[in-house]
Each structure stands twice: as structure tokens, then as C-alpha cells.
């Protein structure tokens, strides 16, 4: 479907095939669960006759053991990667980096960019160093790190870092006239 197929009748024409097809899956379910029991006592041997329908159809579909894992939206799991960051300063490589170990999944540098640019307009990051080229510039996460229950509270999460100043030739200091 295209943009140009999008129309109110097109879209009521689409949600009904849909719901024909959620309406088959339910009765092919029912079907499943009904003759299972007689499908697994003629595979041991004994007769398809000896279980009531009557008493499989009543039967609840099993319910897998383990309740299904809650992934944290990836916006999450960014923000904790950009707290994992060194303080004195990282590139966007070395975030991709730790994306890419929690994940298992390299970001693209269009995500990293994007994420990076939010969390400037939030405030949580600055930049540390502008610098173009493939490495791209320098950044610093402002955002203090969460106390864990085992660090004391009358310490410090994080010490105050030094400034950072912009890397560049070197300049000689001007020789004394004296």
C-alpha cells in the first residue's frame, strides 16, 4: 500500500481483511486446542475416541511458563550509555561503542548524531571540543551520575573535572625582553 492508495474506504477495506484474518486465527485455534488431546493420546497409542470434545474444547490454551522479558526503549538504554561515559570527554564513536556492547547492535551514526543533538537541546550534554572531520567533535555529559545503595552519600558521586581546553598548535610563550 502506498501513499496514494491511503483513502477512508481503502482503510476500512484493509481493517476488514485484517479482522477476517484475526477471526480465522481464533477459529483455528479453537480447532487446535479442541483435537490436541486426541491428536497426542493417538500418537502414544491409544484411541481418539476416548477423550470427550466436550472437555477439550473447554480447555484454556497453555500460557508460555515465563512471562515475556521487558526490553527498555532504546532511549533508555542510550541515556544509561551516555552516563557510562568518561567525564573528560568522548567521541561519538566511542558512544556507538558502548551501544554497540550493551546491544549487541551498532547504532547507525544518524541515531548517534540524532541522540547526541537531543541531549544538547536537553542540556545533558555539551560539547567539549569542536572538531570536524571523521572523528567529530568532542563530548561531555553533563548529567551527574545516580547514587547506587552502596556508595555512602556524603561522598561525592563525581568530582569536579578540571576545563577543558581546545587541543591546538602549540604556541611558544612570547621570549622576555627583560
Known amino acids: 500500500m502506498t501513499v496514494a492508495d491511503l483513502s477512508p474506504d481503502a482503510l476500512a477495506r484493509l481493517e476488514a481483511k485484517l479482522i477476517a484474518d484475526l477471526e480465522m486465527v481464533r477459529k483455528v485455534r479453537a480447532l487446535l486446542t479442541e483435537h490436541l488431546p486426541m491428536l497426542n493420546s493417538a500418537a502414544e497409542g491409544g484411541s481418539a475416541a476416548a477423550v470427550p470434545a466436550s472437555t477439550t474444547a473447554s480447555t484454556p490454551i497453555p500460557q508460555p511458563s515465563e512471562p515475556a522479558v521487558k526490553r527498555k ?19 561519538p564513536k566511542d558512544f556507538a561503542r558502548a551501544v554497540y556492547k550493551v546491544t549487541n547492535i551498532l547504532p547507525g551514526t544518524s541515531t548517534v548524531k540524532t541522540f547526541l543533538n537531543r541531549m544538547i537541546r536537553q542540556g545533558k550534554v555539551t560539547v567539549a571540543e569542536a572538531r570536524t572531520g571523521r572523528n567529530g567533535s568532542l563530548y561531555r555529559c553533563t548529567v551527574s551520575q545516580p547514587v547506587s545503595a552502596d556508595q555512602p552519600t556524603s561522598i561525592p558521586v563525581s568530582p569536579a573535572s578540571p576545563p577543558v581546553l581546545p587541543v591546538g598548535p602549540e604556541i611558544s610563550p612570547a621570549p622576555s625582553t627583560e
Do not use: R
Open 73 to 91: 526503549p532504546y532511549d533508555e538504554i542510550l541515556f544509561d550509555c551516555l552516563l557510562a561515559m568518561p567525564e573528560q570527554g568522548f567521541a
